[in-house]
């Protein structure tokens, strides 16, 4: 019986390739069914030859039970749902579904600059609007842009973060499969946001999307991602990587909520490099996962850029939520601001943990970090590690942390008024996260909510 038919689908679709061990002939099938240029080719085998040469963190989370002999690295839809779908209407029936019960066509319709969407190793569906495709944006899954964009892709893929940089970087960078490419040409400002949605679906599924986002001089940008995967008694994997390059004067917030099932271990790698007055905004709401392990960062580059981060995670049963934000000034007068939130009940693990490096030529660099933790009961741990590290005198970092539990007193105000304890627990929650959830578009923050109700059910003690 082949793999193909012994693997489940949650949600029964058919597939025509699965492919599960690692080795070079994995890394040259990938490539072959992506139909990609031979430099990337050579690129893959040089990030396999990378990844050979390392193993897994001791370190931090434990990985012990990721099996990586044991991760389906490419999974590819049957020919039934094999094209690259511009209209909406086209996606098969049975993934359209999927994604109209994820509200994806309706936020489209509403207020989308473009939506993008995709199964597994495949992308199904990508559109952008024909208002901003005339004046040069370019929106498409990242096998697309490889054909149609070759030397654009070329000279920016995998710079940003270099196979090198850790181990899963390394398999990444040999597996990738699909997501998404932008670019936006100088001057011109989206102030709509531009949105994908991926679906990890298979049994012992390894999902390793790459997203690459370009903003040239002066030009504006906002991306929203979202994701989930069914829940199996098996481990999956989910090292996807993320670049942004951030022209001058140019702006980009990007959003990204992940609600993954609690056999996935998420080891998700995202970066931007910034150039001068350029600004990058990250917004990161983490739920669901064995085990997270997910620092965004932001490489100040150019004089007087600046970044905002901001992140929530809330850790639950059996779960280690090791999240942060790294933040790296290198021009002068550049500015940072860490803003975390996070919750840990049921016993679950939460750990912060951010980096602000200030090097000897970021002169007149300011940092401002508040770190602030809420408990649910007393068998949860929350840990804030910060590493600071300044090589100049004239740099200025301040940071604050905090941590408790929530208050009794609060509960029973609530509850005297008739509310249940447990919805009263879940607005008091809400309450807490509330000043990174209003960073994300109403729809969003509505989905983030509702998400993080679902979280607080039975957290009554």
Known sequence: MSLKDTLESADKIKYEILIKWLTEQTVRQISATQKEPEWM????????????????????????????DDIVYYAKPSKEYEWYANNREEVPKEIKEKFQKLGIPEA????????????????????????RAAKGVIFEDMPQALRSHEELVKKYFMKVVPATDHIFAALHGAVWSGWTFIYIPKWVQLEDPLQAYFRMNTYAGGQFEHTLIILDDEAKGSYIEGCSAPKFDKASL?????????GKHAKMKYSSVENRSTNTYNLNTKRAIVEEHGYMEWVNGNMGSCTTMLYPCSILKGDWSKTDMLGIAVAGKWQNQDTGSKAIHIGKHTSSTIISKT???????????????????????????????????DESVSTTIPDIICDTKTGIVAHEASAGKVDDSEIFYLTARGIPEEKAIAMIVNGFFSSVVKKLPLEYAGELNKLIEMEMEGSVW
């Open 343 to 377: 919750i840990a009940k049921d016993g679950g693990i939460s750990t912060y943990r951010w980096l602000v490096k200030i090097t000897k030529n970021a002169e007149y660099a300011v940092n401002h970090t508040e770190c602030d933790a809420l408990l649910l009961d």
């Open 238 to 246: 989910h090292a996807g990587l993320v670049e942004i390059i951030i």
């Open 108 to 131: 489209e319709q509403k207020y989308l600059s473009g939506a993008g969407g995709q199964y597994d190793s495949l992308n199904v569906y990508h559109k952008i609007k024909d208002q």
């Open 41 to 68: 080719l050579a690129h893959r085998l040089e990030c396999f030859a990378t990844f050979q040469k390392m193993s897994l963190p001791k370190r931090w989370p434990s990985l012990q039970w990721l099996d990586l």
